[in-house]
């Protein structure tokens, strides 16, 4: 549901930081923008993510028989 957003926004092509499940950061520099978000919130887990066209592949892991 984000991906369709966040393509909405004109994001595509570019790295989003989200922390707390809001976008906090944009920038087409993906160090320039960890640099920035570890600044303003310290060292905290953040998730951060090139918005691609087609989202990111779906893996389904299956347990050996």
């Known amino acids: 549901r ?3 957003q966040l393509l909405a926004q004109g994001y ?3 790295w989003v930081a989200v922390y707390q499940g ?7 520099d993906e160090t ?8 303003r ?13 087609t989202g990111l592949p779906v893996y389904r892991i299956r347990r050996p028989l």
Do not use: T, W
């Open 2 to 4: 984000m991906h369709s």
């Open 12 to 14: 595509e092509g570019k």
């Open 22 to 28: 809001k976008v906090v950061d944009v920038d087409e």
């Open 32 to 39: 320039a923008l960890i640099e920035r978000v570890f600044r």
């Open 41 to 53: 919130f310290g060292e905290v887990p953040v998730y951060i993510q090139k918005v691609l066209p």
